[in-house]
Nanobody
Framework: QVQLVESGGGLVQAGDSLRLSCAAS????????MGWFRQGPGKERVFLAA????????DYAEFVKGRFTISRDNAKNTVYLEMNNLKPEDTAVYYC???????????????WGQGTQVTVSS
């Protein structure tokens, strides 16, 4: 089983930047991708970005392109989400997930972290 732990959330002001981390542990396989989702207050969970562990492949939701960047550090078994120019509407609980690319992309991943809160004030 894969364990995922997000960190790096907090309270920031509009225009600030923040980097979230997701550390993976437990039994993992090279074909697992990692992704980021978020769920704002009263909103549905939405896909943000995904990255392959074994290939230099990334996938982004259109609305985050240019502001959010996903990356990984295999030595630390960690995936990151760099968020720039944060806006109040970015306020949400941010989750990382792991699975094969297709179920991950559609939000049906087998493994999820507990989430980290990001609050952006105006």
């Amino acid at each position: 089983q894969v364990q995922l732990v997000e960190s790096g959330g907090g309270l920031v002001q509009a225009g600030d930047s923040l980097r979230l981390s997701c550390a993976a542990s437990g039994r993992t396989f090279s074909n697992l991708w990692m992704g980021w989702f978020r769920q704002g207050p009263g909103k549905e969970r939405v896909f943000l970005a995904a990255i392959g562990w074994s290939e230099d492949s990334t996938d982004y939701a259109e609305f985050v392109k240019g502001r959010f960047t996903i990356s990984r550090d295999n030595a630390k078994n960690t995936v990151y989400l760099e968020m720039n120019n944060l806006k109040p509407e970015d306020t949400a609980v941010y989750y990382c997930a792991a699975d094969n690319p297709v179920p991950l992309r559609i939000g049906r991943a087998n493994y999820w972290g507990q989430g980290t809160q990001v609050t952006v004030s105006s």
